[in-house]
T-cell receptor, first 113, second 114 residues
Framework: AQSVTQLDSQVPVFEEAPVELRCNYSSSVSVYLFWYVQYPNQGLQLLLKYLSGSTLVKGINGFEAEFNKSQTSFHLRKPSVHISDTAEYFCAVSALNDYKLSFGAGTTVTVRA | DAGVIQSPRHEVTEMGQEVTLRCKPISGHNSLFWYRQTMMRGLELLIYFNNNVPIDDSGMPEDRFSAKMPNASFSTLKIQPSEPRDSAVYFC????????????FGNGTRLTVT
């Protein structure tokens, strides 16, 4: 089975500052990795995904993440955040060709002016 | 593409009443998931359908919960009788094929059982 640990439950950050959200996963098999964002009163939306190939993945809204197999990590970064990036962010993992997606507990990002 | 459509957006009911949540997946998607989100337990997979057939219902909390998918464009999650501990946000999600394809989530149904 796969599991995900998001190391920060809350991340306050000032507008235009960089942000990094940490995600570590555990799995005995190869995996797919995802980051989703949830805005208030909405469902989850895909930010980016890693399936194979380049370990640096670029997503929507200026976010990127780097897959590090040796450290079993998939940290999410954005060089300059906006107020509109205030949301909850979820890291998720699934085994290859498996339907089960394991979600982390989420990281709440609050961007302040 | 209208996305995954869930109804109602909010449901308030009294303990013991029957509750039915509805979901219309994205046209062409053959996989449908029901999730429950709470502060205490995060996102939990309740049930997974593939081509309208329930494949994995191991996450359904107990016999009070049931889910159906009579056709490719409609699914229901029913709770009977409802209890206060069922209060949560219930999400429906769909995708074309599992394993790498992202899930598309609806906006959820916020259920409050008093």
């Amino acid at each position: 089975a796969q599991s995900v640990t998001q190391l920060d439950s809350q991340v306050p950050v000032f507008e235009e500052a960089p942000v990094e959200l940490r995600c570590n996963y555990s799995s005995s098999v190869s995996v797919y990795l995802f980051w989703y964002v949830q805005y208030p009163n909405q469902g989850l939306q895909l930010l980016l995904k890693y399936l194979s190939g380049s370990t640096l993945v670029k997503g929507i809204n200026g976010f990127e993440a780097e897959f590090n197999k040796s450290q079993t990590s998939f940290h999410l970064r954005k060089p300059s955040v906006h107020i509109s990036d205030t949301a909850e962010y979820f890291c998720a993992v699934s085994a290859l060709n498996d339907y089960k997606l394991s979600f982390g507990a989420g990281t709440t990002v609050t961007v302040r002016a | 593409d209208a996305g995954v459509i869930q109804s109602p957006r909010h449901e308030v009911t009294e303990m013991g009443q029957e509750v039915t949540l509805r979901c219309k997946p994205i046209s062409g998607h053959n996989s449908l998931f029901w999730y429950r989100q709470t502060m205490m337990r995060g996102l939990e997979l309740l049930i997974y359908f593939n081509n309208n057939v329930p494949i994995d219902d191991s996450g359904m909390p107990e016999d009070r919960f049931s889910a159906k998918m009579p056709n490719a464009s409609f699914s229901t999650l029913k709770i009977q009788p409802s209890e206060p501990r069922d209060s949560a946000v219930y999400f429906c999600a769909s995708t074309f094929q599992v394993g790498g394809s992202p899930l598309h989530f609806g906006n959820g149904t916020r259920l409050t059982v008093t």
